[in-house]
């Protein structure tokens, strides 16, 4: 979970970072437009923004590490209650995607079923069983470009989207796990 909580933080930096030069951009732009500084001015904003960047991008990225972290202990009953009913084979953070909404939770694979339970903190709210009997299979992919996503076909061929860490470990075990 450590590795998982620095990874988190250094996608905080990296986005305030690169929003921060977007920003240095525009507002140098803008001071240049504004004022008789010239290249002072565009400097100046330069500075100001990525400043700003820096500092929005370790917030963010403390942020996204401390609710990691709240949602870990918040599943944590779950986790047990699953772990009385059923081997787990690997679990963890994982956004479903449920029509255009990337629903946080957390995932769980057991030898006879994918289970997703999302938290409170979405709009729908919801939870999804997928048999083993009816994976055909699961290929890591990336969504948006950057985040590591999980793609979950089932033999009916629609497919179940997540986003979660260690995707090519998930799609590993999951198609090590499908009841052929």
């Not at 299979?137 to 990336?142: G, I, Q, V, Y």
């Amino acid at each position: 979970m450590k590795e998982q909580h620095q990874r988190i933080v250094k996608a905080g930096l990296f986005f305030g970072i690169s929003t921060g030069l977007f920003l240095a951009l525009i507002v140098g732009i803008l001071f240049e437009i504004s004022s008789q500084d010239g290249i002072d001015g565009l400097l100046w904003g330069l500075g100001l923004a990525l400043a700003v960047g820096l500092v929005s991008g370790v917030l963010f990225g403390l942020c996204m590490a401390f609710l990691s972290k709240y949602h870990t202990k918040k599943f944590e009953p779950l986790r047990r209650q699953m772990a009385r009913e059923h081997r787990i084979v690997f679990e963890g953070e994982a956004n479903h995607f449920m029509n255009k909404e990337g629903v946080g939770g957390w995932l769980f694979l057991t030898p006879e079923f994918l289970f997703f339970k999302s938290h409170r903190f979405n709009i729908q709210n919801h939870e999804l069983t997928i048999p083993m009997s009816l994976i055909k299979s699961a290929t890591p992919c990336k969504l948006l470009n950057f985040a590591t996503g999980l793609k979950v076909e089932k033999i009916n061929g629609t497919w179940e989207t997540f986003v979660v860490n260690h995707n090519n470990e998930w799609a590993v075990r999951i198609n090590n796990s499908i009841v052929r």
